[in-house]
């Protein structure tokens, strides 16, 4: 028995350094393939370690490369300081990565205009040769935008995490995705107030339209995924902020000229909150400069205030002079009306549309926020 143990042994260490002499070979095999779609793979200074039974690959400042397959040829350069990805010899269909930041982006031969950071950052693809899941997960994610030496916040969270899994197709012919975002006590900075104070979300959704997974600029592939009359399906969408809970459930398209477009169903705990971090309130009282306005709700214009209190004086007579005097609580009456009772994890609720039209977002005829259009 002793002699077949150190025969095996023996076997097995010949077989893993058998093996960890080929990584660079298949390394440089899987960056020759990935360049060929536009994605360029660079390692300052790569090692092998991991014996006995696990091969664990770390690279030292990582640079990634992406290059859209289109006539301008749009570059992207991504840059890290460290890279460990691990495989089990006896499974090497599944990695796991781990990335040591800050990470920098920038655009061809121009400064960096995003640089990201994290306390832990893992990643890991399972299926291989070619993924069927991939996940990301980041604990104190802090994603910060370039401008020259200026540095501003844009992410902050204290756990973020993205699942994507392949249901239908290919990567490189008509994949049909799954993915899951989860984001704990996240906030964005210099986009709206109301998403500047910490909220967490769990946002499950199915995307159809997409050609393939190769590197483009983001409005042509939304063009495509448009001309495939492809959409947006939302399985399964939790926010809460403090208080408020909303959840969600719908489907959006593209339209032809790159709005959004459709309705998703929603169900709101804690409205009364929701309309005046909107400042839907205050752009119900008279007087207020189209200033004022776009301060409180990018996007809205002085004339829509008018429209809204129309509105609500159509539904019932008179309830527009409340809206002025009372001005949260006439608008969550009329919401209310537009909406049906309802109950949310124990807690009152009002169900309700929401719509994308032509990239306008509107609860009945409130007209809320005009969104850009993406192409």
Not at 3 to 15: E, I
Not at 270 to 297: F, H, N, T, Y
Not at 313 to 321: A, K, Q, V
Not at 339 to 360: D, H, I, M, N, Y
Request: aromatic share 6%; proline share 6%.
């Amino acid at each position: 028995m002793p002699v077949l143990v150190l025969v095996a042994a023996a076997a097995w260490s010949g077989f893993w350094f058998y093996a960890a002499s080929h990584v660079d070979e298949k390394f440089d095999e899987w960056r020759t393939r990935e360049a060929k779609s536009g994605r360029v793979y660079e390692c300052a200074n790569r090692s092998v370690a991991g014996f006995p039974f696990r091969m664990e690959v770390r690279c030292t400042d990582p640079v990634v490369t992406l290059t859209s397959q289109t006539a301008d040829q749009t570059q992207l350069t991504a840059r890290l300081k460290d890279i460990l990805v691990v495989a089990q010899v006896y499974d090497p269909t599944k990695i796991i990565a781990e990335f040591t930041g800050p990470a920098t982006v920038a655009s061809r031969g121009e400064a960096p205009s995003f640089v990201a950071g994290w306390t832990t950052g893992r990643a890991s693809a399972s299926g291989l040769p070619t993924p069927q899941r991939v996940s990301l997960v980041f604990d104190d994610p802090a994603l910060d935008r370039m401008s020259g030496s200026t540095q501003s916040p844009l992410l902050r969270a204290k756990h973020l995490e993205l699942h994507t899994r392949l249901l239908e197709g290919s990567l490189s012919n008509n994949p049909v995705v799954e993915t899951a975002l989860q984001v704990t006590a996240g906030n964005l900075q210099g986009l709206h107030p109301i998403l500047a104070e910490p909220f967490d979300a769990d946002i499950r959704a199915l995307l159809r339209g997409l050609k393939d997974f190769a590197p483009k600029p983001w409005p042509e592939r939304f063009r495509e995924i448009q001309a495939a009359g492809g959409r947006l399906d939302f399985t399964q969408s939790r926010v809460q902020q403090g208080e408020t809970i909303a959840v969600a459930a719908g489907s959006l398209a593209l339209t032809p000229a790159g709005y959004l477009d459709g309705e998703l169903t929603m169900t709101v705990a804690g409205l009364e909150r929701v309309v005046s971090q909107l400042g839907i309130d205050k752009l119900l009282m008279e007087g207020v400069p189209q200033s004022s306005v776009d301060r409180i709700a990018p996007g809205i214009s002085a004339q829509d205030v008018n429209k809204v209190i129309g509105a609500l004086d159509r539904m019932i007579p008179g309830l527009g002079n409340v809206a002025r005097k009372n001005a949260n609580a006439g608008v969550v009456a009329g919401i209310n009306m537009l909406g049906q009772a309802s109950t949310l994890e124990g807690k009152p609720a009002r169900a309700f549309p929401l719509k994308f039209t032509e990239g306008v977002i509107s609860i009945g005829p409130l007209r809320i926020a005009q969104t850009a259009p993406l192409f």
